[in-house]
């Protein structure tokens, strides 16, 4: 099915990589959760297993991940070059092209303010923190109380939060999916 790496970040396993199928040991355990002993499920339990079309979802998105990550190591491999960061203060900071990112940027500056950045602005376009810098530019590191970071930030609570009710309500996501329209119960 779609690949996860298992027991460490870079997905290594005693020096080769052994790829395991996400999901595959909830699908084993017969999609239980492990609950801490004394705690009740504080309302409507996820589905257990999950339905078939969050794997194929997950499957797409390993496919789509690991093509862009393909490409940007081969950016990274060919394109990179040394290139000039200037924040809003006016200080230049030296980086690399295709490897350098806003938040390895915000880091070298104070681990503080990575910490509370929600996104960044290269060149007055937003940026995600962990998208490589291309070339020379202007950065922009916009913390919570930017009425930009704001809206990013409720943008992305909003897919959470609709992939959580879609596991919950799975039953109207199906209704809509067969049918492209709301069947009223």
């Known amino acids: 099915m779609f690949e996860e790496k298992a027991s460490s970040p870079s997905g290594k396993m005693g020096g080769e990589e052994k790829p395991i199928g996400a999901g ?56 990179s070059k040394p290139i000039k960061v200037t924040l809003p203060d006016g200080k230049q900071v030296d980086a690399e092209s295709w490897k350098t990112t806003p938040y390895q940027i915000a880091c070298g500056i104070s681990q503080g303010l990575a910490d509370s950045t929600v996104i960044a602005k290269v060149n007055n376009a937003v940026w995600d923190l962990d998208r490589p810098l291309e070339e020379d530019c202007t950065l922009e590191l916009l913390k919570f109380e930017d009425e930009e970071a704001q809206a990013v930030y409720w943008h992305s609570s909003a897919h959470i939060m609709g992939e959580a009710m879609e596991r919950v309500y799975w039953w109207m996501f199906m209704l809509w999916s067969a049918n492209r329209k709301w069947i009223l119960l």
């Open 24 to 79: 595959e040991e909830k699908r084993k355990e017969g999609g239980k959760k492990k609950n801490k002993e004394g705690s009740g499920d504080g309302g409507r339990a996820e589905l257990n297993p999950w339905p078939e079309y969050i794997y194929t979802r997950l499957e797409m998105y390993n496919i789509l991940k690991a093509e862009h990550d393909s490409l940007l190591a081969e950016k990274a491999e060919k394109d």
